[in-house]
C-alpha cells in the first residue's frame, strides 16, 4: 500500500510541475542593418576607382532583416563624393547601382523589379517578413581619362531603414 | 513558408556581427513630466564592430531635422551593447515629429575605402497595419 502510495504520487509531481510551465513569446516589428561586406575600390586604371569584382574592387553588401511584413522601407544611396580624398583639380564622374544579390522567402523575388531609383539612391518596399542582401556597386571616374592623384580615397555609401 | 523564413531573419539577427538597430518602431510621444513637452523612450542596439557612436535625430516626414533635447545627442554605444533614452519635444513641435533616427558616425581612419553608414528610423504614433 506505501509503495504504491509513493509511486502514485511520483507519477502525479512531474505532470503537475509541467502543467504549470509556461512559456511566452512576443514578436515586435523591427529592422536591422546589417554591414556584412564593407567594400572596396579597386583601381583597374589610373582614372577609375570602383568596386566591381572585375576591377580589382569588392561590392560593399548590406543585410536588412525584418521581423514583420510591411513596416519599413529600405533606402540605399550611393556616394556621390569622396568623403577623404587628395585635392582634386577636376571633376569626378559617379556611377552606382543598387540590387537585390540574395533572399531567405521566394516571394522576395519582387523587390528587385519593383526598386524605386532615383538620383543616387534606391527604394525597396520590405513587404515579406525575413532576410534580404543589397550588393551596391560604385564607380568613380576622374576628368577626362585624368589618373587620380595618389592618396587615400573613401566614400559613403548610406544604407536606412526607415518605419512606413 | 513564411514562418521559415522569419526563424531563419531572427536567428540570423541574433547571430550577427554587424547590426544596427532601433526599436520601438512606433513609439508613443507622451506628456512629460515638464511642462509643455512630450516625450518617448527609445533602445537602440549595436553590433557593429567598426562603430562606437550614434547620432540621434528627429525629423519631418521630408527628413527636415526638427529641434529636440536629450542627454546626448551623439551616444557612445559600444560593440554588443544597447543605449537607451529619452527624447523631449516642445509640444508645437509635436505634430512635424514624423520620425526618430539613429545614425552611423564613421571614424576617418577606417581601413575600408567603400564604407557603409546606417540610419534607422522609427516612426512617431505610427499606424499599426
Known amino acids: 500500500m506505501r509503495i504504491t502510495t509513493i509511486a502514485a504520487l511520483a507519477l502525479i509531481i512531474p505532470v503537475a510541475a509541467m502543467a504549470e510551465t509556461t512559456i511566452e513569446g512576443n514578436i515586435a516589428s523591427k529592422c536591422i542593418i546589417n554591414t556584412d561586406t564593407q567594400g ?61 544579390s540574395n533572399t531567405s522567402d521566394a516571394s522576395m523575388s519582387g523587390y528587385e523589379t519593383n526598386k524605386v531609383t532615383y538620383e543616387a539612391t534606391t527604394e525597396f518596399d ?39 | 513558408m513564411r514562418t521559415l523564413a522569419l526563424m531563419v531573419g531572427l536567428i ?3 547571430s550577427s556581427v554587424a547590426a544596427h538597430e532601433l526599436t520601438p518602431t512606433y513609439p508613443k510621444l507622451m506628456p512629460s513630466y515638464v511642462d509643455g513637452l512630450v516625450s518617448a523612450k527609445m533602445r537602440m542596439f549595436n553590433a557593429r564592430q567598426d562603430i562606437d557612436y550614434y547620432e540621434i535625430g528627429v525629423f519631418t516626414k521630408d527628413m527636415v531635422a526638427i529641434p529636440f533635447a536629450t542627454t546626448n545627442q551623439i551616444i557612445k554605444v559600444p560593440h554588443g551593447t544597447s543605449y537607451e533614452f529619452e527624447i523631449f519635444i516642445r509640444n508645437r513641435d509635436r505634430p512635424a515629429a514624423v520620425y526618430i533616427c ?28
Open chain 2, 102 to 129: 539613429t545614425m552611423s558616425k564613421l571614424r576617418s581612419d577606417k581601413a575600408q575605402n567603400a564604407i557603409i553608414s546606417s540610419k534607422v528610423c522609427s516612426k512617431f504614433d505610427g499606424e499599426l497595419q
Open chain 1, 40 to 100: 572596396v575600390y579597386g583601381n583597374p586604371t589610373p582614372d577609375k576607382l570602383s568596386t566591381a569584382t572585375t576591377d580589382g574592387g569588392v561590392l560593399p553588401i548590406i543585410r536588412y532583416d525584418v521581423a514583420i511584413a510591411d513596416y519599413y522601407t529600405a533606402k540605399i544611396t550611393t556616394p556621390t563624393s569622396f568623403s577623404t580624398s587628395p585635392t582634386l583639380s577636376d571633376t569626378v564622374a559617379w556611377s552606382g547601382s543598387t540590387s537585390v
Open chain 1, 126 to 164: 520590405l513587404t515579406v517578413a525575413g532576410t534580404v542582401w543589397f550588393e551596391v556597386s560604385s564607380t568613380a571616374e576622374y576628368g577626362y581619362s585624368k589618373a587620380f592623384p595618389g592618396g587615400t580615397y573613401r566614400a559613403i555609401v548610406q544604407a536606412e531603414c526607415i518605419a512606413n
Open chain 2, 12 to 14: 540570423t539577427a541574433a
